[in-house]
């Protein structure tokens, strides 16, 4: 049988198995399917690895080529920013593919090939979903764990992905009950069978958070398969702390675990060419969170790439959780964890999702949330293409035949935010982004935000004029919570139209403190050493020019952050 080609990458061939229909579910050997409306197919699987695989690819083919189809556009759309040949850059991703693939356990791999002679779509492909998070590393999450007053453990998560309008909405709850290890239940994109979120019948949960390290590891574990390994392996949370050492890992990650038994959870940062877990926080109090930030400052000073690790968006969403459980002593119920990881506010009451520079819990890259129910008979769950933990919550019982139902209704989301995350969301170039953002403009008007967006797109385009013109804008209308920043970005402007004394007066009033992000503190500090020697006050600009390389140690990240100073004083 020869394959044949949705595209020039993803290939299939025409198979054929009976699947037997009883009512609304729909059979295959031991696995079988639910598609209900309003909420996430549901899908079971039953036997080894590979028999689950082949009941994976039959049972849920469609979704799996729609999936295929929706990793290789986002491939396509980081060829178009990166300026290289998308056929050169599919050359280049599949090699990456095919380098991860090989660490991964064997039963893993049966259980690829399964789900393609299943689905028909060639092997390539389903490595391709189940390892495109190693490679492109697009996952943001926030995880919360809380001891209740009725002696049970809540463990809730945000994933926050990017590109929600592409590939929000598509993942499936399936529940695994493979021949020989536990059974759990993940909820995760068609095709993909790594775990980023789920829970085992042993009482164990997980959820994922990606990090940003300088290194990469291509001899490590795959990250979303060496928690999938310890779900399937290990009844205890100490033998998940165990189960980690001794193991490398492709890129840096953390993992926020629970255990239902012991009452109890932890938080382990990995990175890669590490043997060692970084740091594993073990609960302490009543009450854990965490988001994507290592939380072991020696790491941090030496392997962290603080310029990207450091960003306002975690940054943010750190002050959101400090604020908002400043008693980590204190009981949390189930609908207390919903209505923290429905947060959009900040200490000061400003919406942290009407800026581009600070960001909420629940934000415009939440597709969706998920809470473990604390006696383990099944999942809360609420998913949208943008701001997910706002929309309904549904409860999906552990036995799937028994119907899911509305648990909690949603929240109104803000008009302004909503259209923008429609933007924001969607695979787009940067010239269709201004475009929309600008027709944005005529609907809001008076949205500083709206128009810091435009110049912070045009910036990135090269389109300096626009920038300045934009940013000219929005330091003249209501910034909401990104002040300082907008206000940096003022002076660079001034600086840029060769205002020197205009941009020092601007300059003078932003403060280091005040500023969310590394990058932004550092550019401040640059800012400054260049201003002084352009007014030929050597000692000034050297002062301001040591706090920047205290500041930022390595030379990589000066040269990346000096780099990014396109306008010239």
């Not at 998308?86 to 090989?102: C, G, H, R």
């Not at 998940?240 to 050492?245: E, G, L, M, N, S």
Request: hydrophobic share 35%; glycine share 6%.
């Amino acid at each position: 049988m020869h394959f044949r080609s949705l595209n020039k990458l993803i290939k299939y061939k025409d198979v054929h198995f009976d699947i037997n229909k009883d009512g609304e579910k729909f059979r295959f050997m031991k696995g079988y399917v639910y598609r209900r409306d309003k909420i996430p197919i549901q899908v079971s699987l039953e036997g080894t690895h590979y028999e689950m695989g082949l009941q994976y690819g039959v049972l849920l083919n469609n979704e799996i080529r729609k999936m295929a189809h929706s990793v290789y556009k986002v491939i396509e759309y980081y060829s178009s920013e990166i300026k290289i040949p998308k056929n050169l850059l599919y050359i280049y991703f599949n090699y990456k593919i095919n380098k991860l693939s090989k660490n991964l356990p064997e039963r893993f791999r049966q259980e690829i090939k399964g789900i393609s002679d299943g689905s028909g779509i060639d092997i390539s492909a389903i490595y391709a979903i189940s390892l495109f998070d190693d490679l492109l590393h697009v996952m943001g999450c926030s995880s919360i764990l809380a001891l209740s007053d009725d002696s049970n453990i809540v463990h809730g998560w945000n994933e926050d992905l990017y590109f929600g309008m592409e590939i929000g909405m598509k993942q499936v709850i399936i529940k695994c009950n493979p021949t020989g290890y536990n059974s759990f239940v993940y909820v995760a994109f068609p095709g993909f069978i790594g775990v980023s979120g789920g829970y085992s019948d042993k009482g164990l949960g997980y959820s994922h958070h990606s990090r940003f390290a300088n290194s990469v590891d291509y001899k490590g574990y795959p990250q979303n398969c060496i928690s999938r390994m310890a779900l399937e392996e290990c009844s205890s949370l100490k033998e998940v702390i165990d189960f980690y050492r001794n193991k490398t890992v492709v890129v840096a990650d953390a993992h926020t675990w629970s255990d239902r038994n012991s009452l109890t959870g932890c938080i382990i940062e990995t990175a890669p060419n590490a043997k060692e877990p970084v740091k594993v926080i073990e609960m302490s109090g009543r009450v854990l969170w965490h988001i994507n930030k290592y939380m072991n400052p020696d790491y941090i000073k030496n392997n962290e790439s603080k310029y990207v690790g450091d960003v306002s968006f975690n940054n943010s969403r750190q002050e959101v959780f400090n604020y908002s459980i400043s008693d980590n002593n204190k009981t949390l119920a189930l609908d207390d964890v919903i209505s923290l990881l429905r947060i959009e506010k900040g200490p000061n009451g400003e919406n942290y999702n009407l800026s581009d520079i600070t960001r909420g819990i629940c934000n415009m890259d939440t597709q969706h949330m998920i809470i473990f129910d604390p006696k383990g008979e099944g999942i809360y769950i609420a998913r949208n293409y943008y701001l997910a933990s706002k929309s309904t919550v549904y409860f999906i019982p552990a036995n799937f035949d028994t119907p899911p139902y509305i648990y909690m209704e949603s929240e109104k989301i803000d008009p302004v935010i909503k259209d923008i995350a429609i933007i924001k969301e969607s695979i787009l170039t940067k010239s269709e982004q201004i475009k929309k953002l600008k027709q944005l403009t005529v609907k809001y008007p008076d949205r500083g935000y709206i128009y810091f967006m435009i110049g912070q797109v045009s910036l990135d385009s090269g389109n300096l004029a626009s920038w300045s013109e934009y940013t000219d804008k929005a330091f003249k209308l209501p910034s909401s919570c990104d002040i300082q920043e907008v206000t940096l970005e003022k002076a660079k402007v001034e600086f840029y139209k060769k205002n020197i004394k205009e941009a020092a007066k601007i300059l003078s009033t932003v403060r280091f403190d005040c500023l969310r992000s590394f990058k932004s503190r550092a550019e401040l500090l640059y800012i400054h050493k260049m201003y002084y020697e352009l007014i030929n006050d050597k000692a000034a600009s050297d002062g301001y020019k040591d706090d920047f390389q205290r500041l930022v140690s390595d030379t990589k990240t000066q040269n990346k952050i000096v780099k990014g100073l396109k306008f010239r004083i």
